[in-house]
């Protein structure tokens, strides 16, 4: 009973030290996402549960004023080794580099893409009794064009240039978070329209009252006006859907979106690059776990690496990861099922036209 007693003891410790091994091998990487009421923390935390702990990282989930500030963090700040990024704030980065700012050329040349993601919403919010109905009418209005250092500011600044061929007067623009620009819509009233944007479901409007109604509405885009057709430059139309706001949205309303993308750093150190072309492979091999139980936005996301515009790079390492185990999902979905071998007879003329049989 002793000799039995203490093999259990030992064997029981072997495991403890196995598993606590095992615990120190996990490497701890961090993300940079965006307010704890938007969409990309909570696509954050999908890839920390279905992509990163499969594949033996710690991925620590942080909040960020924006895609602007990811940007910046993902350069420079410790263990931020991945960051969600919007297309137009990475784009003007790189265009500030190209123009001769030195800063903005530090920051974006060594930054890299993994993989596009989704169309995020632009929602531009007004009071319910505002005089006004669409998004071209914001000109000369005061307007929360997101926090500083967020890519809600620059969209809204960008947007606004595009279409009325003019800057947003800076003393039309107030930076603020999105609840502190829904209070001084709502509340304060000292603003007159609040720009947001988040890949719908948004938490922010999906945990609205019914109420929320008598309060705010969502202007529209309008397809005749010119300012639409200016705007479209740059970003792409969509829908902000009543089945994403079923509690308070009364019909669906038509805006624009910016696309949004996983990014990292071209990292050189192998133990990086190991880390994260495991994370490359954990995310292809997972994509349908984080279809099937992530956020919805992941529905709307292509597991493809398409061309990208210039100046714009893949990081070569998870690149080459995801385009093998891509061809290697294509191959097992294109393989055909083996057909079991029939006697030879003629067919039957109902045969021919289900296609089941061939003269």
């Known amino acids: 009973m002793r000799i039995g007693t203490l093999l259990t003891g030992l064997m029981s410790m072997a495991l403890l030290l196995t598993s606590a091994a095992v615990a120190q091998t996990r490497t701890p990487y961090k993300i940079v996402t965006a307010s704890k009421t938007g969409t990309y923390i909570q696509i954050g935390r999908d890839l920390a549960q279905y992509v990163a702990d499969p594949a033996g990282i710690d991925l620590e989930v942080l909040e960020s004023k924006g895609s602007a500030e990811n940007v910046q ?15 137009d704030v990475y784009q003007a980065f790189l265009d500030e580099a190209k123009a001769g700012n030195g800063e903005a050329g530090n920051i974006i040349k ?27 009418e914001i000109k000369n209005k005061k307007i929360a064009v997101g926090a500083l250092g967020s890519g809600t500011a620059l969209t809204s600044r960008t947007l606004y240039q595009l279409m009325f061929g003019e800057p947003l007067p800076s003393a039309n623009a107030q930076y603020l978070t999105n609840e502190d620009a829904l209070v001084k819509l709502t509340v304060d009233k000292t603003i007159d329209v609040a720009i947001i944007v988040a890949g719908q479901p948004a938490k922010l409007f999906s945990d609205m009252k019914p109420e929320a109604r008598n309060f705010i509405k969502i202007l529209k885009l309008d397809d005749a006006a010119p300012e639409t057709a200016r705007a479209k430059k740059t970003y792409f139309p969509a829908t902000i859907r009543t089945s994403s706001y079923p509690s308070w949205l009364q019909a ?13 750093y071209d990292y050189g150190l192998q133990s990086t690059v190991g880390n994260l072309a495991r994370f490359a ?7 349908d ?22 100046g714009w790079r893949y990081y070569p390492p998870m690149e080459k990861r995801l385009r093998a185990c891509m061809a290697s999902r294509m191959a097992s979905t294109a393989a055909p099922s083996p057909v079991s071998e029939r006697p030879s007879r003629a067919c039957t003329e109902q045969e021919l036209v289900l296609g089941l049989c061939r003269r």
């Open 289 to 310: 776990k984080l279809q099937a139980n992530g956020h919805p936005k992941w529905k709307q996301v292509k597991l493809e690496l398409p061309p990208l515009a210039q």
């Open 73 to 87: 963090r993902m350069r420079f700040e410790q263990g931020v080794k991945l960051a969600l990024v919007q297309s």
């Open 110 to 136: 060594p930054l890299r893409l993994i993989m596009p993601l989704y169309d995020e919403e632009i929602y531009f919010v007004a009071r319910a009794d505002a005089p006004f109905n669409s998004i071209h």
């Open 252 to 264: 669906d309303i038509p805006t624009l979106t910016v696309k949004a993308y996983l990014a990292t």
């Open 281 to 287: 492979e954990s995310l292809c091999t997972n994509f």
